[in-house]
C-alpha cells in the first residue's frame, strides 16, 4: 500500500470512528443536556422550578394532554411532590431513570410508561402516589372535585362499576376522601365481583363502601322493579 492510500486509508478510520462515536453520545444521557432542556420551561425568577405555564408549555412540546395518563407516569417516575409542579431535582431524577434528555426521546418513550400500568404492583403505586401527589398539601384529605377527577383518570377504564361509583359519589353526603377510603377503593374495584356477591358486610370495607354497595343494590332492585316482563 502507497504512502497516500495509507493516508486516505487512516482519514477514511478516523471519520467512521468520529461518526459513530458521535451517535454514541446523542444515544447516551446527558445531564447537562437534560438540565439545559428543563430551563427551557422555567422562568429567570424560579431557574428550578417547572411551573404551571412550564407546564403547560412542556406538555405541547411533547404532544400530550395534561389531563393524559401519561403525565401521572411521568410525576411518578419523578416522585413529584405537587401536582403541576416539577422542581430541577425531581426532574433530573425521572429523566434520568428513563434516560430521556430531549424531547424525542420522551415521545418515544410514552407508549413504555403508559404499559407500565399494565403491571398491577406498577398500577397500584402510581393510584397510591397519586393521592398525596393531587391532594391539597394544606389538607388531610383530598377534596371531591380532585378525587373524581383522579378516579376517572385511573379507573373509569379499569373498573366496570366506575361509573355506577361516580354516581354514587354525586348524590352521596361526602365532601373529602381520605386515604385510607382511597386505598380501599382500588381493591374493592379489583376483588369484588359486578354483581357484589363476594360482598362481605363484615368485612373491614370502609363505611363509604359499604354505602356504595346498598345504594347500588336499591338502584338495581329499583331498576328490576320498573322493567316491564315480556
Not at 9 to 33: I, M, Q
Not at 210 to 222: N, P
Request: neutral net charge.
Amino acid at each position: 500500500m502507497s504512502s497516500a492510500d495509507d493516508d486516505r486509508y487512516v482519514s477514511k478510520r478516523l471519520r467512521h470512528t468520529s461518526g459513530r462515536r458521535a451517535r454514541v453520545e446523542d444515544t447516551s444521557f446527558s445531564p447537562k443536556r437534560c438540565l439545559a432542556w428543563f430551563r427551557e420551561y422555567t422562568t429567570p425568577v424560579e431557574p428550578d422550578t417547572l411551573g404551571p405555564e412550564g407546564m403547560e408549555k412542556f406538555c405541547k412540546c411533547i404532544g400530550v394532554e395534561p389531563e393524559n395518563v401519561v403525565m401521572l407516569v411521568l410525576a411518578y417516575k419523578m416522585q413529584a411532590r405537587r401536582m403541576g409542579f416539577f422542581t430541577k431535582d425531581e426532574w433530573l431524577k425521572g429523566l434520568s431513570d428513563l434516560q430521556c434528555d430531549t424531547i424525542q426521546k420522551l415521545q418515544f418513550k410514552l407508549d413504555f410508561m403508559c404499559s407500565l400500568l399494565n403491571d398491577q404492583n406498577v398500577f397500584k403505586a402510581v393510584f397510591r402516589y397519586a393521592y398525596d401527589f393531587a391532594r391539597d398539601k394544606d389538607q388531610r384529605s383530598m377534596d371531591m372535585e380532585t378525587a373524581k377527577a383522579m378516579l376517572q383518570l385511573l379507573l373509569a377504564k379499569q373498573w366496570s362499576l366506575f361509573k355506577q361509583f361516580d354516581e354514587f359519589l354525586d348524590q352521596s353526603k361526602y365532601k373529602v376522601i381520605n386515604k385510607d377510603q382511597w386505598c380501599n377503593i382500588l381493591e374493592f374495584s379489583r376483588t369484588i365481583f359486578n354483581d357484589l356477591s363476594n360482598y362481605d358486610v363484615d368485612g373491614a370495607w370502609p363505611v363509604m363502601l359499604d354505602e356504595f354497595v346498598e345504594w347500588l343494590k336499591l338502584a338495581r332492585s329499583k331498576s328490576d322493579v320498573m322493567t316491564p316482563l315480556h
